[in-house]
């Protein structure tokens, strides 16, 4: 079955401890991307990749970091979370023909909840 | 800026009801508008991909139609059921912006028997 699939699906973590979500893809998508969710501000874009070792920032990108060192794989590193980043995460893949635009795929979402 | 608007806010109908959610944007030139649904807490389900030189799409109760030239998309959901209740996003892929979904505030929409 074609899926994105986060982990973990719940996260409760304290300020400053180091997290990482991870993402992973089955579809052999070029292009990945990370977005958060909040209550009155929609889904907004942090960080995207178009392929293995092309990542870019987003349109939220502070305090955040990712890495593309597989294909499959595109996690989301919060080196020291603070209480603003609490917040819904997805990660989504796509196929990139060209920079054309396809459908976009998410997984499951990540609720993360920095105290 | 590249923005979508999505009308109404929030919709409550009596089950049976055909209806009718709305999406604008701001800029004709895109890849594709994707509509999505989402229940409370949970991930995004998408419903319809329509591309850029499509008009319309349709699944099963759910059909979904694009007006470039106007930056319009509506999303047709006919004969209601409780089971659809949840919060309807409208995504757009614009051009030039690597594969990234400009996302509506979302219309949640309650079904009631």
């Known amino acids: 079955e074609a899926q994105v699939t986060q982990n973990p699906r719940y996260l409760i973590t304290v300020t400053g401890k180091k997290l990482t979500v991870t993402c992973s893809q089955n579809m052999n998508h070029e292009y990945m991307s990370w977005y958060r969710q909040d209550p009155g501000l929609g889904l907004r874009q942090i960080y995207y990749s178009m392929n293995v070792e092309v990542t870019d920032k987003g349109d939220v990108p502070e305090g955040y970091k990712v890495s593309r060192k597989e294909k499959r794989n595109f996690p989301l590193i919060l080196e020291s979370p603070s209480p603003n980043q609490t917040s819904l995460y997805f990660c989504?893949?796509?196929?990139?023909?060209?920079?054309?635009?396809?459908?976009?795929?998410f997984g499951q979402g990540t609720r993360l909840t920095v105290v | 800026k590249q923005e979508v608007t999505q009308i109404p806010a929030a919709l409550s109908v009596p089950e049976g009801e055909n209806l009718v959610l709305n999406c604008s944007f701001t800029?004709?030139?895109?890849?594709?508008l994707q509509w999505f649904r989402q229940d409370p807490g949970k991930g995004l389900t998408s419903l319809l991909l329509?591309?850029?030189?499509?008009r319309e799409q349709t699944s099963g109760r759910l059909n979904a139609s694009l007006d470039k030239s106007s930056g319009r998309s509506t999303l047709y959901i006919a004969a209601s059921q409780p089971g659809d209740s949840a919060t309807y996003l409208c995504?757009?892929?614009?051009?030039?912006?690597?594969?990234?979904?400009?996302f509506g505030a979302g219309t949640r929409l309650a079904v009631h028997p």
């Open positions: 329509i591309q850029s030189s499509q």
């Open positions: 995504a757009v892929m614009f051009s030039g912006g690597y594969n990234k979904l400009i």
């Open positions: 989504a893949s796509s196929f990139d023909p060209g920079g054309l635009g396809t459908e976009a795929f």
């Open positions: 800029d004709s030139a895109i890849y594709n």
